[in-house]
C-alpha cells in the first residue's frame, strides 16, 4: 500500500515562491511515476508536473520555466517547486503516485496566490 502525504501549502504574493512536497511511503523503487495535479473550484483536476523513475519530467504548458518536479529517493519525497507565483496558480495541489497497475492520490494541499 502507498499513502502519498503532501505539504508545503499556503497562501503567498504574486511572484513569490512556494515548495510542495510529497512524502511516500514505501521504497521508491517500485515506483513508476509521480506526478502533481491540480484542482481550482469549479474545474477539473489538471497534470502540473510529471517525473518517471527514469527522471524524464514533462510540465504543464502553464508552468513551463516556472515549476519544477524533483524526487529524492533516499527521502522517499517527491517536491514541486513553485517559482513566480500568478493567481491563476490558485488551486488544491494532489501528489500521484503510480506503481504497476495502481494509482494512489494524496488528500491534498492548498495553495492560494493573492496580494
Known amino acids: 500500500q502507498v499513502q502519498p502525504v503532501e505539504s508545503g501549502g499556503g497562501l503567498v504574493q504574486p511572484g513569490g515562491s512556494l515548495r510542495l512536497s510529497c512524502a511516500v511511503s514505501g521504497s521508491m523503487f517500485s515506483i513508476n511515476a509521480l506526478g502533481w495535479y491540480r484542482q481550482a473550484p469549479g474545474k477539473q483536476r489538471e497534470l502540473v508536473a510529471h517525473?518517471?523513475?527514469?527522471?524524464?519530467?514533462t510540465y504543464a504548458n502553464s508552468v513551463k520555466g516556472r515549476f519544477t518536479i524533483s524526487r529524492d529517493n533516499a527521502k522517499n519525497t517527491m517536491y514541486l517547486q513553485m517559482n513566480s507565483l500568478k493567481p491563476e496558480d490558485t488551486a488544491v495541489y494532489y501528489c500521484?503516485?503510480?506503481?504497476?497497475?495502481?494509482?494512489?492520490w494524496g488528500q491534498g494541499t492548498q495553495v492560494t496566490v493573492s496580494s
Open positions: 517525473i518517471t523513475s527514469f527522471d524524464s519530467t
Open positions: 500521484n503516485v503510480v506503481r504497476g497497475s495502481s494509482m494512489y
